[in-house]
């Protein structure tokens, strides 16, 4: 890259990033540069070998590598610049991006608009205050994949794995596969906090235990780790005084929650969401700072990477729109809050001038079999949704048609179960 400015700048190369930059390109805009900090593109989906990404997307199950070549071979049909190797630092309110490049050097440019597309991290032993000394022997659940699934490294023989994430599932299927004895899934909530084919295909199918209600209360070792103490706990979700047991293990994975990436978000004056920990937007994805929008896992997490594509693709298409006219100016904003069951929900704002059906993700904060989500505003009920099941570990979406936003100045999104 030699240049100090460009139209559309994409921070990072994952899905979103390169959903984001190709429905751009497919709209008409021909200055795009991604940037991305790891040494190839594809996000997480190069060490996610195991499969079943694809089905909404493409109508066929692929695994992750799979998944981030069909994009990566898109973008190499057009004049799209992708920097591997270059992390960037800053990006101010003005749009100005100052990175870092192993081929490039240290860079310093401006852009007409930005996406933000910078995914997310695992939580860490030390966010979760896991009481024990640090002895060698405990990862992430993404640390470990990548050891096994891109180094070639197996992490250990007897594993306990906290938390039942996704990955922290797919982690115990892919132990139990390469030799290891994976003595426990534990899980504090009393309910999995991964998609339930994972439950069954991961843990189910291999005969791993799930315990619920359950945490680690003390890691056992020093210089390597030799067991860990598990305690029941109580609806507060505090230990339970005499529950405890022991557990043999060398190896302790974290499936703990991930966390949006948003330092830079925050440099640029992004306003965030304490629900999500991303970025506040409206339905064209579009953060309060001018030209600048989010998607993916940076906004939210999601469980399918499907999801993350389609909202790469429509920040991509606004982004574009914004290129080209320009941003309207906004005179008010339906706010879009979480009622009773609802966790958070995205889009946070919803422009009173918008004329197409707007898709609103979000997550249910318990486990609901026959239930119903209801939307309502300040004169009442307006609409409601059948859903046979919904739990935590599985994004929820619904679509509210444009005539539905004409009066108010806020939608609440509410769940409940169907007593009869």
Known sequence: MNKNHVELAVIGAGPAGMAAALAAWESGIRDIVILERGSVPGGILPQCIHNGFGLHRFKEELTGPEYAGRDLELLKKTGVEILCNTMVLSISPDRCIDAVGKETGYLSFTADSIILAMGCRERTAGAILLEGSRPSGIFSAGTAQRYINIEGYMVGKKAVILGSGDIGLIMARRMTLEGAKVEAVVELMPYSNGLTRNVVQCLEDYNIPLYLSHTVTKVHGDTRISGVSITKVDENRIPIAGSE????????????????????????????????NGAVVDENMQTEAEGIFACGNVLHVHDLVDFVSAEGERAGKSAAEYLKNGTAKKDSYILVKNGFGVGYTVPQRISTNCKTPVTVFFRVNRVYKKSEIFISNEKGEMMSFKRERMAPGEMEKIVISPDKLKSGNVIIIGARAITQ
């Open 245 to 276: 047991f022991d557990i043999d293990c060398d190896t302790l994975l974290l499936s703990v929650g991930l966390i949006p990436e948003n330092e830079l978000s925050k440099t640029a004056g992004v306003e965030l969401d304490p629900r999500t």
